[in-house]
């Protein structure tokens, strides 16, 4: 195990690898798996940052009701938890007030 | 116009049952969740998981297969991936699916729309690192994750569940900060009745316990002041118990004090919501079918209450049974006499809900937060601006958008709508009913202009 890493992964997936883009730098995820799992088992620890305080903020609920895991996909803010891993995905964090108003 | 003679929202274990229950009395039924796969959080890919990490989520998890096999039947078509955004009570249901927006009307709607973490706000729970225990379970459910240096803080059997399956997965927690005292358990004593007739859950739990313990797990109670430290991300959870301060080093802190009802769905339609004491939250008050003030709409499940999974899947059974003698596939007396066992199977579930709610009651300290703590977690509105737009003369959460945009953010107040109306009444001195809630209006998740432009034309603009 990677002791670096948060998270102890008990069924690591390495056949199905695509490269996905995380704010200009490439990880190597499992395809079809959960965005934002995959992305805080790579390391990622800040996901966005708050409109109000530019305070850093990760997956909270999982589940798509927190909101606090917006991230910016082909221009749209979406949640990471209710994404799944593509090949070629270019993720952004996000640093709006979410959802998908880019003038707040 | 997609139609369907029942539309179940959420795909858990009261959507499912009720699904199945419906298609079995010949119904057609359209099923959407919102989630890739069936299962609802609690039993979260469970057609995939359970063969591969079974073992440590346990039986409790397994148990959701047969209800996921029960939905591959003629009469029900599923839609997974579908965000529903409106609700309104001639029983039309508007979602998107991958960016496309789709109409259904239904004959009948059941909301199955579960329940949520009840939101813990202490210091730091906003930093990189602090979850939901629900969150841990999701990604191990879903993901087969486990953080590898982390604490449990707050109350509940569910904190116990998760900390036996990180040691079964061989990472067990560095430890487990329970808040309940030993008040909260002779208190409890009261409702001993019905925790014997449920005294299969408590053996469980005690199971789990030991089965943490024996792990060599470090376990506090009582905790007071608890605390997350770091400054981009959590390093430690600080608290207070038995007269001592401790500090334990952490990557991740996972919370939980109890789940509360989904309102939100069933709140757009105006289903009436009253505070429940025992519960410590706003509950619907649905009819023992399920019904609501609206003919076409039912709930189940524990958006209708928290009853846990069993309890949800006979309430989508007997919410089922209820449509298809509303719509004349069955008649009183068949719905009847499949009633009976499930009403009765529902009262011994139910049984040990009074003792548990008692012996872990929420965190004190997160029902009333220190001024600093923030409590709107989107617009970072904290106690203290809440408690200062009461001394304004703010009456009501929705006085309180305006006073301060608490509730405005993406998550549409569903983490911090218990913890506004709490700290209102409080301050107020007035009743949570008196109080009340946020009032919530579709678009119930956040929608693009595109997904209302796509769903318009398909309907031909007929509405």
Partial sequence: MNNALPFHDLSPDTASLVNVRFDG???ALPEGANLAAALLAAGVTVFRTTPTSQA???PYCMMGACYDCLVKIDGTTRQACMTEVRKGLIVERAHTAGGVDENG | MKTADLIVIGAGPAGMAAASTAADAGLSVLLLDEQPRAGGQIYRDVKRAATVRGHILGQDFTEGLPLVEGIEKQ?????FGATVWSIDATGKVA??????GIVARGLRVLLATGALERPMPIPGWTLPGVMTAGAAQILLKQSGLVPKRAVLAGSGPLLYLIAAQMVRAGVPPLALVETQVRGDFIAALRHSVGALRGWRYLLKGLKMLRETERAGVLRYRGATGIAVEGERQAKALTFTASGQSHRIACDTVLLHHGVVPNTQAARSLGVDHVWSDRQACFVPRPDQWGGTGHDRILIAGDGAGIGGARVAEIAGRLAALRVATDLGRMTGPERDAQAAPLFRQRNRELAVRPFLDTAYPP??????PDDGTIVCRCEEVTA?????????????????????RAGMGPCQGRYCGLAVSSLLAQENDATHDGTGYFRVRPPLKPVTLGELAATEDQTGRAG
């Fill in chain 1, 25 to 27: 730098t490439e990880y």
């Fill in chain 1, 56 to 58: 850093p903020r990760a």
């Fill in chain 2, 75 to 79: 009469g029900i078509t599923q839609v």
């Fill in chain 2, 95 to 100: 979602c998107s699916v991958n960016g496309q």
């Fill in chain 2, 363 to 368: 965190y004190t300290g997160a029902l009333s």
């Fill in chain 2, 384 to 404: 203290g601006d809440i408690r200062r737009f009461a001394r304004l003369g703010c009456k009501g959460p929705n006085q309180a958008k305006a006073f301060g």
